[in-house]
């Protein structure tokens, strides 16, 4: 059963800057694509990155230019690296990981922007 762990979250000013880690305990990491969502209060579940087995990138449009994702194959980790963030980033951030029908997800982290 994979399992991931997410951290980072946190409470920050606007125009600060967070990075959210995302672990997982599968030993073939570098087959899945992994990707970040969240959801505010009220809203439903949306993606804000996604980066596939091979690297590809996307984002939603809200967050291009200031989100950047990355992974690690060799730590099994995958990155969110937030810059410039704006009250309505403030939503529990869950990190996925899928290949073919199989998908999973993380705990959920919180991050709050507020001044």
């Known amino acids: 059963q994979v399992q991931l762990v997410e951290s980072g979250g946190g409470l920050v000013q606007p125009g600060g800057s967070l990075r959210l880690s995302c672990a997982a305990s599968?030993?073939?990491?570098?087959?899945?694509?992994t990707g970040w969502y969240r959801q505010a209060a009220g809203k439903q579940r949306e993606l804000v990155a996604a980066i596939t087995s091979g690297g590809s990138t996307n984002y939603a449009n809200s967050v291009k230019g200031r989100f950047t994702i990355s992974r690690d194959n060799a730590k099994n980790t995958v990155y969110l690296q937030m810059n410039s963030l704006k009250p309505e980033d403030t939503a529990v951030y869950y990190c996925?990981?899928?290949?073919?029908?199989?998908?999973?997800w993380g705990q959920g982290t919180q991050v709050t922007v507020s001044s």
């Open positions: 996925n990981l899928g290949r073919g029908s199989f998908s999973a």
């Open positions: 599968t030993i073939v990491f570098s087959l899945y694509n």
